[in-house]
T-cell receptor, first 115, second 114 residues
Framework: DAGVIQSPRHEVTEMGQEVTLRCKPI?????LFWYRQTMMRGLELLIY????????DSGMPEDRFSAKMPNASFSTLKIQPSEPRDSAVYFC?????????????FGPGTRLTVL | KQEVTQIPAALSVPEGENLVLNCSFT??????LQWFRQDPGKGLTSLLL?????REQTSGRLNASLDKSSGRSTLYIAASQPGDSATYLC?????????????FGKGTHLIIQP
């Protein structure tokens, strides 16, 4: 299996621009997670989906952030408009949740820089 | 709300030593706990997942234990090697029963000196 795939790997944009991050989870997994990592705050959960349905978006910082999962093999995280404080590494993770078993596997991340 | 703390924040030892990394969590109503490794500029690699019904999980030179009653987990690394140098992260599910998102500790930055 190719693992979790994220694109782009690096994104540099100017303040006010729209940014779209993409994720392809591991085939067969039924849960997908978006996390953000910064030096100050560490790793934080933004939102997660079970069977393509958003379950908990309480970690999404503002209305500028939105996430979709139109099917089991694709998800997007959009920031519009972007701000310099959104600069971080954004990780997508997926898992096959069955009962109490929920091992999460992470993608390589997208490093976002907002100038 | 779950809070995860890792001690020590950093550790530098000569190769060959056996190491213990510590993790504590505030909400013991978890059904599993996961340990990850992160190399600089890279993503997270899952090392071990311990389910609440287990007390230990082993993979090669790594052994992780879980004590829900005390809110603690430890990661034991045997016969450390320079290739083990990385940041080790402990993660527990959010509280609230059934919540699947992970709360991460700040990590232990490990350096193994050749």
């Amino acid at each position: 299996d190719a693992g979790v795939i994220q694109s782009p790997r690096h994104e540099v944009t100017e303040m006010g621009q729209e940014v779209t991050l993409r994720c392809k989870p591991i085939s067969g997994h039924n849960s997908l997670f978006w996390y953000r990592q910064t030096m100050m705050r560490g790793l934080e959960l933004l939102i997660y989906f079970n069977n393509n349905v958003p379950i908990d978006d309480s970690g999404m910082p503002e209305d500028r952030f939105s996430a979709k999962m139109p099917n089991a093999s694709f998800s997007t995280l959009k920031i519009q408009p972007s701000e310099p404080r959104d600069s971080a590494v954004y990780f997508c993770a997926s898992s096959f949740r069955q009962g109490g078993y929920n091992e999460q596997f992470f993608g390589p991340g997208t490093r976002l820089t907002v100038l | 709300k779950q809070e995860v703390t890792q001690i020590p924040a950093a550790l530098s030892v000569p190769e060959g030593e056996n190491l213990v990394l510590n993790c504590s969590f505030t909400d013991s109503a978890i059904y599993n706990l996961q340990w990850f490794r992160q190399d600089p500029g890279k993503g997270l690699t899952s090392l071990l997942l311990i389910q609440s019904s287990q007390r230990e999980q082993t993979s090669g030179r790594l052994n992780a234990s879980l004590d829900k009653s005390s809110g603690r987990s430890t990661l034991y690394i045997a016969a450390s090697q320079p290739g083990d140098s990385a940041t080790y992260l402990c993660a527990a599910p959010y509280s609230g029963g059934g919540a699947d998102g992970l709360t991460f500790g700040k990590g232990t930055h490990l350096i193994i000196q050749p």
